[in-house]
Nanobody, 115 residues
Framework: QVHLVESGGGLVQPGGSLRLSCAAS????????MAWYRQAPGKQRELVAR???????IYVASVKGRFTISRDNAKNTAYLQMNSLKPEDTAVYYC?????????WGQGTQVTVSS
């Protein structure tokens, strides 16, 4: 069983920054990719960024150049650095990993971008 716990969300003004963290249980963290998804009210959950076990990354077009996904395998933690935040980034952000075909999700952390 894998447990994921997100933290770091909050209220920020447009143009501001936040760093989300995803702490994972278990000793196999470094073997698997990690991803951040988000879900805005009335919208489907969407992939924001993904990082492989080797450190390769992909981003959804709307966050490229503003968000950075990273991981610290020694701390069993993944991060999402979010800069130049926009109101349309407002959503609940979820951490995700897939292990042996099973999806694991955190409880989510709210990010609100508003003046």
């Amino acid at each position: 069983q894998v447990h994921l716990v997100e933290s770091g969300g909050g209220l920020v003004q447009p143009g501001g920054s936040l760093r989300l963290s995803c702490a994972a249980s278990g000793s196999i963290f470094g073997l698997y990719g990690m991803a951040w998804y988000r879900q805005a009210p009335g919208k489907q959950r969407e992939l924001v960024a993904r990082i492989t076990s080797g450190g390769s990354t992909i981003y959804v077009a709307s966050v490229k150049g503003r968000f950075t996904i990273s991981r610290d395998n020694a701390k069993n933690t993944a991060y999402l650095q979010m800069n130049s935040l926009k109101p349309e980034d407002t959503a609940v952000y979820y951490c995700n990993t897939v292990i042996y075909g099973a999806n694991y999700w955190g409880q989510g952390t709210q990010v609100t971008v508003s003046s």
